[in-house]
């Protein structure tokens, strides 16, 4: 199980590029572009609020868990806990 949560920081880093790829080219850049000026703040939302926060809480997320930050480990006394340094 401890192998499947790091295979998943794998799929959370590379939904985050995506995520991060498809804020900005599909959605922020076209607005940007368009000659109607209520456009401008959805685009300004998309470029600068919402791609860092999506994208850096996916790619943090994503490293934790191929770092193996999240792992659980079973004890002598069959007791689950999470991993402490």
Known sequence: MNQIRKY???VWIALALVAGYYL?????IPKFESPKPEDRIP???YAFILTPIIV?????FGYYALIG?????E??????HIKED
């Open 8 to 10: 998943m920081g794998l």
């Open 56 to 60: 850096g809480g996916l790619l943090v």
């Open 75 to 80: 004890d002598p006394d069959h007791h689950l």
């Open 69 to 73: 930050e999240y792992d659980i480990y």
């Open 43 to 45: 685009a300004i939302i």
């Open 24 to 28: 900005i080219v599909s959605q922020a």
